[in-house]
């Protein structure tokens, strides 16, 4: 019997979570003809048609799916036998991890910090990304762990294969400048307003906060960087609705409103199960949930 090809199950796998040859391709920095080569070998191997013509693109068949799911269980035993060997024996490890902006700022370096002390051999990667994206590419097996949130009945799609463990929760507050007389949402209803841009899961629960409270947003700015955020609403060209944690090192004067309900934010890691069962993935949530637990990553109410 012909051994299949875990590199070519890999690539299977690949393209029914991205779609496409040519983005498994650049996902990889392989050439579209390797990839395509490569997959054409694997169906010779496997003995069955895997793809099938679609438009000017290809799709998974269904016996291309079945083989799918069947690399991704084989690359989850193998990641639990790598994970059960590190804590037979453990030495020097890599955790890669995709993190939201606010958490890299205001939680990493003391977890960092805590793990340089901790465990001295283990070696953490960092990419700040969108969850979306950090969740996608971590189903995709290109993190070990991602961080991301989840704003009150506001929740992200379940992807199979995925846990979801709690860091704990982030106060969401309105923001403005330190000279506003306003104390509830209600009173920004003619102010311009700066939120991250359409289709981000924060924007439309901000909106639906607004909303909730009579007011329909006047959102003149649009920013993924909450930095541009920061500097808008302290120099009182805008207001906007922000978790707490996007403070940690930021000095400057500001009000911080509470919202109706006092809503929390809820952060939390994303591992597979067999990244999840390595103690330095372990380690590295601890570590991030003791950050979030100090008081450093709560600033005091600012007026």
């Not at 050439?31 to 998974?60: C, F, I, N, W, Y």
């Not at 952060?267 to 380690?283: D, K």
Request: net charge negative.
């Amino acid at each position: 019997m012909t051994m299949w090809d875990s590199g070519r199950l890999r690539l299977l796998r690949e393209l029914q979570l991205r779609g496409t040859v040519t983005a498994v391709a650049q996902t990889l920095n392989f050439s579209v003809s390797t990839v395509s080569h490569q997959l054409a070998r694997l169906e010779r191997e496997v003995g069955e048609k895997l793809l099938e013509p679609d438009g000017r693109r290809v799709r998974l068949t269904a016996q291309g799916r079945v083989i799918a799911e069947h690399a991704a269980r084989m690359m989850d035993a193998e990641e639990a036998a790598r994970g059960a060997l590190e804590a037979l024996e453990p030495g020097p490890e890599t955790v890669r991890v995709a993190s939201l902006e606010t958490a890299a700022r205001a939680l990493l370096p003391r977890a960092l910090d805590a793990l340089a002390v901790s465990r001295p051999q283990l070696r953490v990667e960092v990419a700040v990304v969108p969850p979306e994206v950090g969740l996608f590419e971590l189903e995709a097996r290109h993190f070990d762990l991602t961080i991301a949130e989840e704003y009150p009945g506001s929740t992200r799609r379940l992807r199979p294969g995925l846990d979801r463990v709690s860091l704990g929760t982030d106060p969401v507050r309105l923001c403005a400048d330190a000279a506003t007389t306003a104390t509830r949402l209600e009173d920004m209803a003619d102010q311009p307003w700066v939120m991250e841009p359409p289709g981000a899961i924060v924007r439309d629960w901000g909106i639906q906060q607004c909303r909730a409270a009579g007011i329909e947003p006047d959102v003149r700015y649009e920013a993924t960087d909450l930095t541009v955020h920061i500097r808008l609403i302290a120099a009182g060209h805008a207001v906007g609705i922000l978790p707490d944690l996007v403070w940690a090192g930021y000095s400057a004067e500001l009000a911080l409103i509470d919202l109706p309900g006092n809503p929390h934010r809820e952060l939390f890691t994303s591992a597979r199960p067999g990244s999840r069962e390595r103690p330095a993935v372990q380690a590295v949530h601890d570590a991030l949930a003791r950050a979030l637990r100090s008081p450093a990553a709560h600033p005091a109410s600012r007026r």
